[in-house]
């Protein structure tokens, strides 16, 4: 095996704070064994702490190299499923949240996803412990401004782009956010770039330029992105509730920052924001409180990453918020909000402001009643719901991003979505929950539930499936702010604790009478006359009705129908490995086949975890006879997930994932999880399809909640575009406005019922059955085409359908003769290349050629300059 260089390893000497650490031998040294690691983990772990206080983190990554040696020539891990995944979502309109679409805050888009191989990407983290809550009141949003900043080039690397370049020549990506009171910078990059690439990314850190030139134009990305999040509902709440703490608070600071607080206002007041931004850089980059994960071969490559300790950095103490406690407790919060979204989706928010739960993370208090919360078993707020045909979600709980959870306080929100009927009701809705939430406090913390979720947390932690490098540095650089070093890995994840005290004491807060009520609906259109100051959001405030009040404090009476869950029989309890086949087999074999389906199988050799998984694609040609036929194909699907939810459900909680999805010729049943129970879900699902029904009251929930699913999708314009140019390029296409009338031209539960059986009645199946699992007991006749465009210029243009909404969307579609890729199947597609400009995004739908990929990688980082750095597009 070729070895590293050790002498290029050695620590920078020109830099003060720097240590030197002997290389104690990367094939001796086994890692730290106080930092509590998964049995699955083979990594190594190794922590220190560099004169300058900066607490390192190396992960030492070898897999992959016994067997090739040469780390460049390593086989690639293909990542297509998610993407295939959001493809078909879509299609269906079977989005389900919204969130992962629009980055966050605190998100960023520069760096762009990302495809190949995770086991030759090396990675770096950096967290520093300051982030929103420390923005100067004039000047609203720098600290998320600096870190845009801080990439614009280094005295060593002067290069305003230089990084992303040398990033994208190499197969590698970046990202940074700015939270609360933390702001994360993490890259990846192919293993052989690696020592390169963190000694620029280094230098943001020990010596950025931020040039007073580059500031305008980078105001105008910051100023985009706040202009890409307005038009986002989960945004929009957190600014209105964040505009409800009591004043002075920084809950309230508008952490986004756009042209106005960070250009305009700052002229207007003669505000020297290049100077303010480097005294924020210099108070607050301090290499005491940051932290830095680095995922790597070997142990040599970190100590490259030094921060500079003199100056501002002698020591100053964190930022601290922690005396700024109860920062809801205002009259202003017990009251009921009601709010105009942006979709046309009724919604109810049921939110608690808690004491700052961070120190219980052993116990995880909040995890366990959103557990109960959120359960959607017999017996849960949901299924009760559910059966009333008043709700067709519900989460609750505590997202642990800084918005969530932070020194101040930690959120506790049950968000519920309503049907119309629902909305009418959502009084009775509230009613519902206070019920669930006064059963678990007289009933107590219940060990046996407690030890049910910490067996599943623990499976899980034991057979863990290693992640992309750049996401795991992500997430361990933040874990290490919060968690002593023995739990760095384990801290946020495992329920250490079972404590009735600590539990209990939360339980206790969540009354009635401390709780916000937002109501969301587009009903409130017209009623809602004051505006959230940042976002527009149009509300209204009111009291809670009196009599309502007086029901939930005197003494409530419970329905009959909530109770606690029973015991999960879905939880893993053989972890065994199956012997291996013999003879072996590199590739799925066909192991059954006939004219009605195949089947794939192919038992896992490589991984060698106790889990299996198992997708079918149920394609039947009845679908696409007609934009109706679409339609109800849809609403079958969601149906089937509706009737499948309750039974399921535990199914899912216990790790066993499936998924359903209404794809443009099938049905897609995707089940994957611990082998040991996935039988017995896989056949859950098959029951249920096989007798499929609806009753008339979940049918026009379904409609109802359909018509707003297709209307929120033609409202995005980057959706609309999509579906206007797969309908030139796709031959007997039904478009989205061809859906939407389908449906609201009116359809019956027996049309369902017809088209169910019809679609049974005339399906291929084919299935692939693979991973830790023993031998399960025609013609594709769908053809996937697309049109071959005239080869000229043609331009298409839409007319987006919202109104509010300030973004463009452009995408450029390349036509490339794919014909060498048809050869051995009905699959004919000519490759497209598409991006949208407004948003600096680009992607390539899932099959890719090798030369596709390389013009995409060309273009993108140009793309990205032009747009993003020079226009400042977003
Ligand atoms: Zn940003």
């Not at 009333?388 to 930690?410: I, P, R, V």
């Not at 053989?574 to 192991?591: A, G, H, N, R, T």
């Not at 997930?641 to 909680?653: D, I, M, R, S, T």
């Not at 399809?689 to 409202?715: D, R, W």
């Amino acid at each position: 095996m070729p070895q590293t260089n050790k002498s290029r390893n050695a620590p920078v000497p020109e830099t003060s704070g720097s240590v030197q650490v002997q290389d104690p031998g990367a094939e001796e040294y086994v890692g730290d064994s106080e930092i509590i690691k998964s049995p699955s983990d083979p990594k190594q772990y190794r922590y220190i702490v560099l004169d300058n206080g900066l607490r390192c983190l190396l992960i030492s990554d070898n897999r992959g190299l016994a067997s090739s040696g040469d780390e460049d020539l390593e086989e690639e891990e293909e990542e297509e499923e998610e993407e295939e995944d959001e493809e078909s979502d879509d299609e269906t309109g079977e989005e389900s949240e919204e969130d992962d679409e629009d980055p966050g805050s605190e998100d960023d888009e520069r760096g762009i996803k990302k495809k190949g191989s995770t086991e030759k990407q090396s990675a770096a983290a950096l967290c520093v412990g300051v982030g929103s809550f420390s923005d100067p009141t004039d000047l609203p949003g720098l600290a998320h401004f600096l870190e845009h900043m801080v990439f614009m080039g280094s005295e060593k690397y002067p290069s305003e782009n230089g990084f992303d370049a040398f990033l994208k020549k190499h197969g590698g990506s970046d990202n940074a956010s700015t939270d609360c009171e933390r702001t994360i910078f993490q890259f990846d990059i192919q293993r052989k770039n690696f020592k390169e690439a963190l000694d620029r990314w280094a230098q943001f850190f020990i010596c950025p330029l931020m040039i007073r030139d580059a500031i305008d134009r980078e105001v105008e990305a910051v100023d985009s992105e706040y202009q890409l999040a307005k038009p986002s509902d989960s945004h929009r709440k957190e600014m209105l509730f964040g505009s409800l703490a009591k004043p002075g608070h920084p809950m309230g600071k508008f952490c986004w920052g756009n042209a106005q607080t960070l250009k305009q206002e700052p002229k207007k007041n003669k505000i020297n924001v290049y100077e303010r931004l480097r005294a924020f850089w210099k108070k607050y980059y301090s290499a005491h409180y940051m932290t830095l994960a680095v995922q790597s071969k070997g142990w040599g490559n970190p100590f490259l990453f030094i921060v500079d300790s003199k100056g501002a950095h002698d020591g100053l103490p964190k930022p601290d918020f922690s005396d700024m406690l109860n920062p809801y407790d205002t009259p202003a919060f017990y009251k009921l909000y009601r709010v105009v979204p942006v979709r046309k989706d009724h919604s109810l928010n049921i939110t608690w402001a808690l004491p700052p739960q961070e120190k219980y993370y052993r116990v995880k208090p909040l995890h366990y009643i959103s557990w109960l919360i959120g359960h959607e078993g017999t017996g849960s707020i949901l299924s009760v719901l559910r059966k009333k045909c008043w709700a067709l979600a519900l989460f609750g709980g505590n997202s642990e991003t800084g918005f969530d959870q932070n020194s101040t306080y930690s959120i506790f929100s049950i968000s519920i979505t309503l049907t119309d009927e629902g909305f009418q009701n959502f009084y009775q809705v509230t009613h519902l929950v206070f019920q669930y939430l006064k059963l678990l406090q007289t009933l107590g913390p219940q060990k046996r539930i407690y030890e049910e979720i910490q067996r599943i947390e623990a499976n899980e932690f034991h057979y863990q499936e290693q992640i992309d490098p750049i996401e795991y540095v992500e997430d361990v650089c933040e874990n290490m702010q919060l968690f002593p070093k023995e739990d760095f890995l384990t801290g946020d994840q495992l329920m250490f604790q079972f404590s009735p005290e600590v539990i209990g004491a939360i339980l206790s807060l969540l009354t009635p009478d401390k709780a916000n009520l937002m109501l969301f609906s587009p009903e409130h259109e017209g009623h809602c006359p004051l505006r959230e100051k940042w976002f527009g959001t149009q509300y209204n405030v009111e009291d809670i009705q009196q009599e309502w009040m007086k029901q939930w404090t005197d003494g409530i009476e419970l329905s009959q129908d909530l109770h606690l869950p029973e015991e999960n029989k879905f939880i893993s309890t053989d972890f065994s490995l199956k012997p291996p086949e013999s003879p072996e087999s590199e590739f799925p074999v066909k192991i059954a086949h006939s004219d009605r389906g195949c089947n794939w199988y192919k038992k896992d050799n490589k991984f060698k975890i106790p889990k299996a998984y198992i997708r079918f694609h149920m394609i039947s040609p009845v679908i696409q006879q007609s934009a109706k036929n679409l339609v109800l194909f849809d609403l079958m699907v969601n149906i089937l997930a509706h009737n499948l939810a309750e039974p399921a459900y535990e199914a899912e909680v216990a790790q066993l994932d499936y998924k359903l999805v209404a794809s443009e010729h099938g049905l897609v049943i995707r089940v994957k999880g611990f082998n040991h129970k996935l039988p017995l879900l896989f056949y859950l699902i098959i029951d249920h399809l096989a007798g499929f029904s609806a009753t008339p009251g979940v049918f026009s929930m379904f409609t109802e909640q359909l018509k707003k699913t297709y209307f929120n999708i033609l409202i995005k314009p980057e959706k609309l575009g999509k579906d206007v140019r797969l309908l030139i390029l796709e031959h007997s296409r039904w478009s989205m406005v061809e859906k939407y009338q389908a449906l609201t031209a009116g359809l019956t539960v027996d049309d369902l019922m017809e088209f169910s059986q019809r679609f049974r009645a005339e399906l291929y199946a084919e299935g692939l059955v693979q991973g830790n699992i023993s031998k399960l007991p025609a013609k594709v006749p769908v053809l996937f085409r697309v049109v071959e465009l005239p080869p000229k210029h043609h331009i298409c243009k839409v007319k987006s359908l919202n109104k509010g909404d300030a973004n463009s969307e452009v995408t450029v579609y390349y036509q490339v003769h794919g014909r060498a890729r048809c050869s051995n199947n009905n699959l004919c597609m000519f490759q497209q290349v598409c991006f949208s400009s407004i948003q600096s995004q680009i992607s390539l739908p899932c099959q890719s050629s090798r030369a596709d990929v390389l013009f995409q990688m060309h273009m993108e980082e140009p793309c990205f300059d032009f747009l993003r750095t020079k226009e400042t597009l977003g």
